[in-house]
Structure formats: structure tokens, C-alpha cells
């Protein structure tokens, strides 16, 4: 039904004429008015809107200069909600952008009571920190012919500072640590009068040491001084740099049964036999070396008994299946010497053949390491010993020294070391190994954890037995691991912890983002440096307290060793003990009601 207005109403009787008169007026007017309708389009940076197809001529004009074509009127209708659903868009577009706008501009606005420290997003927490402005150091802008050098020793602060200046001046420089060539301490004392580090060199001349340069620094001499020298060439009267190979002496003595084992190395019989229902290589039996030793030492049985006993305990010799059990004689009793392991040549502190020296003690040869692993660190880490440049390490002449010391860890006795001793020595190899890992194999190849061993102590030891079978106190793995590190015959089952510390996790770098930074301790205060590791670690970044939602955020490492740290509130009261006054005074509120404590995880 279509509805009418007064004027177009046509009375009967009216002729023919009248009535084409009154519709062509009425088509007038509706074009007339279409032709007077203001169009408002949208920026040209929004989305336009389209007509209806057919509105619109094909034209290059702009907006205001479009022809409108006249339709009939029984499409009025539809043109007029054509217009409609474009100011609704167009209505929609605004309000939207000028919602986005605000709310960037408020997030924008740097006033003390916008600032925005905390966004709340359903299942995630999202904190935002204000950015501390980083302090830009001015490097000195020298270029030098000549050479800065200093001496140092491993673990000394005022070398460590002057090191860390070096760094931030960006000033090449040349370090020569006495703790790494032992030598050289007496050209120190000839060019300075004393053995006191560090000691500074400018060329051939003496500066002085750390409160020498500082004072020069304040004063502006020391950048003068730089500049003096920057084009004179470094003269042959200047401290050298160290040399591959130079001042390399380790001293060493021969073992006193380095002749009776490498006259029985020409003389036992040595074979391939089948023994338990398996191949042995390069095996004898206890008869075979008795008889070897009566013959060619020319002494009776018993007495060739006593000398392969002596053979087995200095790790010479070993059972083929590494029982734990002592040398005797008879043809039931299978032997190797310690080169014939075939799991000998995977291991990566065996170079060709074994050490026959007279092995050192354990606990010296491991403070010898450890002298040489500060060293590198210090040299090639960050201030914060959490990035290391293990490019440059496997290229120095510290990793070349290292390499060759930890040799004389093929036969020391591990077994004679008191508990803290055993703590410090097996926390400080694993550490010296990680860094030999990565920067001889890398990261990719392999399974590093059961792949990188030593042989230590006639044994084999890798990264997993020493963290998981001796720190450990020879605890599995991972919850899925059907059998523990060490067997039960297995003589280093001797070695493990007597008791449990969770604490060794503080000590332990394994190059992960939770990873405590690298470090090494001491057996005399173990105790202590692990307590502090954990309190390092714990003000670091180990844990967050939110009170308002009673959320703990813990380090991922606590989770990947829950079973040593315990569960739920038994962590927390564990971690208690480690934490600063502010955290504990917040942890303690939140464990001094029964109420829900949620633990969750950090990913880093």
C-alpha cells in the first residue's frame, strides 16, 4: 500500500492533463531535493563507503563535485537507507578512534598520578617496571700504537676494577696473571720492587696501581699520560705478552712403577676373551700379569700379588667390569690396563695416552683448575659472570694450559677426600667442565650432560654422575628415569654426599636463563659460599612475592628439582632462610595463615 501527501492527491473528475501535470511536479520536487542533500564523507584515512551500484556515475571528481543520478521514486527507499547505514559507519568509525586515541594519550601522559605500574589481564599478570636510564660511559677516542699492560691475580678486587674501567673506556689492553704464569712474578718484582698487584705499565714505564690511576683519573692527568704514548710504538723493553707455550712449566715427577707397568705392557698377554657371555677387549687375567711380574722381576707369587694390588690402586690396571673388588690372582680374575678401556678414548681429559706421573692430590690438582678457570673467567665473562665469550676462551692460552693440566686428573685418589673437600672438588670440576663443554664441543652436539666425561681417578665421570650421582647423593635424574646414576657394586658409589643439600643447585652453572651465575669455592668455607650463592640468587631475580593475590613467583630451577627442595609450603619455609629482610617479612605473613599460597614458576 503506498501512502500519499495532501498534494499529490488527484480529485475525481480532474482531467487526464492535470493528472501527468501533478506527477511530473512531484518527480521534480523528490530530484530537486535529492540534488540539495549535503553528503559528509569520511577522512581519507578511514575506509570509505561504498554505494549501492548504479548510484554513481564513473567519475574522477571529488567527493563534492559527484553527479547524483535521479531514480524514480520506488527506489526512494532503498537510496535513503543506503545513506542511512553510511552515517552509522561513518557515526561508528568516530567514536571508536576518538575511544583509542584517549586511551593512548592516557597511557602517554608522564604525570606522577597516571603512571601505569600494573596491567590486569584475566590469567596474566603483566608488571610494567619503570626504565632506569642507562649511564652512558665516555670511551676514550685514542688510538694507540702503543700498549697498556698490568699484572693481576686471579680473585683480587682492585684487578677486577681495573679491568672493568679498561672495558668501559673501550682501551685495548694486555693482562698478565701471575695465578696463570707463575713466573713471571719475578720480572714484576725486578720492574716494580714488589709482587703487590695490580701494576700498571705504560709501555716500558711503571704507573703504579689502582690508586694511582684513580687519582690520575680525577685529575685528568691519566687521559694526558694515554695520549703521550698513543703514537709511540710499544718498545721492546715492555712487558711481553703472553705466549703460547711460554713459561708453561707443570712440574712433574715420574711414578715409582712406571717401569714395572711399562715392562708388563710388552709382556702380558693380552687378548680378546669371552667372559659372561661377552666380547672383552684387550683383557688378562690375574694369573697372566702374577706370572708376567714372577718372571721378568724374578721374585715369588705372593710378592707379584702385593705389586698388582699396587698396580690397581694407583689406577694402572682396573677389573673389566669395575667391580669394587681387590686384585687377585687366578685365571677367574679379568683385567685391563687403564688406556684399554674402550670408553678411554671419549674421554676429553685423555690425550693420546695416559698420565704416568706421579699423581698430585686431588684436592691441589682441583685448586690448580680452579686458579686457571677464575682466570678465564674473569677475563672472558661479563661483570656479572653470566655471559661468557667461549669463542675467545677455547682460543686462549689460559684453555690451552687447562686442557693440559686436567690430565693429571686421569689417576689422582679421589677417594681418600673428607666430605667438605669432596663438596668443593666435584662443585668446582663441574663447573671447569661445563665452560671445557661448551667452548670445545658447543651446544648442539650431542647430549653434553652424559656425552662430555673425564677420567678421574681411573673412572669415568661425567657431567650427570657428578650432579645426579655424587652431589645429588645419587638421586635420579628426572622423576622418569627408571635407574639411579651409580650401581650399587659401583666403587664410586663411595663418593657420593652422605647427606642431601639442596643448597649444590646455588653452586652449579649450566648456561639456562635460571641458572645461577658461574663461580667457584673453597673446601674450607663450602658451607658458607653456599649460602651466600643462595642468597645471590634469590635477591637476583629468584623470587617475586605478590601479597595482594598470595602468589609466589619462584626461578624455574626450583621446579626442576622439586623432589630436593620439597613441596608446596615446604619449598617457601625451606627458601625463608635465604631471603632478604623485606621478602621474608612478606613470605612469613603469607605462611602465618592456613589459606591458599599459589606457587607459580618463572620462565626465566
Not at 480529485?11 to 559528509?40: C, F, H, S, W, Y
Request: hydrophobic content about 35%.
Amino acid at each position: 500500500m503506498v501512502s500519499r501527501r495532501e498534494n499529490d492527491f488527484i480529485a475525481p473528475g480532474d482531467d487526464v492533463e492535470r493528472a501527468v501535470e501533478a506527477v511530473a511536479m512531484r518527480e521534480k520536487n523528490t530530484n530537486q531535493k535529492l540534488n540539495d542533500d549535503k553528503i559528509m564523507w569520511p577522512p581519507s584515512h578511514f575506509p570509505q563507503p561504498e554505494a549501492p551500484a548504479g548510484l554513481y556515475r564513473k567519475s574522477n571528481k571529488s567527493h563534492g563535485q559527484r553527479n547524483i543520478i535521479s531514480r524514480s521514486l520506488s527506489h526512494e527507499s532503498s537510496t535513503t537507507a543506503a545513506f542511512n547505514d553510511v552515517s552509522l559507519l561513518g557515526k561508528y568509525i568516530k567514536e571508536k578512534g576518538g575511544a583509542m586515541i584517549k586511551r593512548f594519550s592516557s597511557m602517554n601522559d608522564r604525570g606522577p598520578s597516571s603512571t601505569v605500574t600494573e596491567i590486569d589481564i584475566p590469567d596474566t599478570k603483566v608488571i610494567v617496571r619503570t626504565r632506569i636510564p642507562e649511564v652512558k660511559t665516555e670511551k676514550l677516542d685514542i688510538e694507540f700504537k702503543g700498549q697498556i699492560s698490568f699484572f693481576s691475580r686471579s680473585s683480587c678486587r682492585d684487578c677486577g676494577a681495573l679491568r672493568s674501567f679498561f672495558r668501559e673506556k673501550g682501551l685495548k689492553y694486555v693482562e698478565i696473571n701471575l695465578d696463570v704464569f707463575p713466573n713471571r712474578a719475578k720480572e714484576l718484582k725486578e720492574r716494580s720492587g714488589s709482587c703487590y698487584v695490580p701494576q700498571i705499565f705504560l709501555n716500558e714505564k711503571l704507573l703504579g696501581g689502582l690508586v694511582v690511576m684513580n687519582s690520575l683519573r680525577n685529575s685528568g692527568e691519566l687521559e694526558k699520560r694515554l695520549q703521550d704514548i698513543a703514537g709511540v710504538k710499544c718498545p721492546e723493553t715492555a712487558p711481553k705478552p703472553p705466549l703460547y707455550g711460554y713459561d708453561d712449566d707443570n712440574p712433574q715427577t715420574k711414578d715409582n712403577m712406571l717401569p714395572i707397568i711399562s715392562l708388563l705392557r710388552r709382556r702380558i698377554p693380552i687378548q680378546d676373551r669371552f667372559i659372561k657371555m661377552k666380547r672383552v677387549k684387550n683383557c688378562f687375567s690375574g694369573a697372566d700379569l702374577v706370572e708376567a711380574v714372577v718372571k721378568e722381576l724374578n721374585c715369588d707369587r705372593s710378592k707379584a700379588v702385593e705389586i698388582g694390588k699396587e698396580l690397581e690402586s694407583k689406577h694402572f690396571i682396573h677389573h673389566i667390569f669395575r667391580e669394587n673388588v681387590v686384585f687377585e690372582d687366578g685365571k677367574r680374575h679379568h683385567y685391563r690396563l687403564l688406556e684399554h678401556d674402550p670408553l678411554i678414548p671419549k674421554m676429553y681429559n685423555f690425550h693420546g695416552s695416559t698420565n704416568d706421573n706421579e699423581p698430585k692430590s686431588a684436592v691441589i690438582v682441583v685448586q690448580q683448575l680452579t686458579k686457571l678457570m677464575i682466570a678465564i673467567v674473569e677475563a672472558y665473562a661479563s661483570d656479572d659472570r653470566r655471559n661468557l665469550d667461549y669463542y675467545r676462551i677455547s682460543m686462549s692460552e689460559e684453555f690451552r694450559r687447562y686442557e693440559n693440566m686436567v690430565q693429571d686428573l686421569q689417576r689422582v685418589d679421589v677417594f681418600s677426600m673428607s666430605t667438605d673437600e669432596n663438596l668443593a672438588f666435584f662443585l668446582n670440576l663441574y663447573n671447569a667442565m661445563f665452560i671445557h663443554a661448551i667452548s670445545k664441543v658447543g651446544r648442539t652436539k650431542g647430549n653434553l650432560n652424559n656425552d662430555f666425561c673425564y677420567i678421574i681417578g681411573g673412572y669415568p665421570f661425567s657431567l650427570s654422575i657428578i650432579k645426579n650421582g655424587i652431589l645429588r647423593s645419587n638421586r635420579k635424574p628426572t622423576v622418569y628415569s627408571l635407574a639411579k646414576p651409580i650401581g650399587p657394586f659401583d666403587k664410586r658409589l663411595e663418593l657420593t654426599q652422605p647427606k642431601h643439600n639442596p643448597l649444590i643447585h646455588f653452586g652449579l652453572c649450566n648456561g639456562s636463563r635460571s641458572s645461577p651465575p658461574i663461580r667457584f669455592f673453597s673446601a674450607q668455607g663450602i658451607q658458607v659460599e653456599l649460602r651466600q650463592a643462595a642468597r645471590e640468587f634469590f635477591k637476583a631475580g629468584g623470587i617475586h612475592i605478590d601479597l595482594e593475590k598470595r602468589t609466589v613467583y619462584l626461578a624455574k630451577l626450583i621446579n626442576w628439582y622439586s623432589v630436593d627442595f620439597g613441596q608446596d609450603k615446604e619449598i617457601l619455609n625451606w627458601i625463608l632462610n635465604f631471603l632478604s629482610p623485606t621478602e621474608a617479612g612478606l613470605l612469613t605473613h603469607l605462611l602465618s595463615d592456613d589459606n591458599t599460597i599459589n606457587i607459580v614458576f618463572q620462565n626465566s
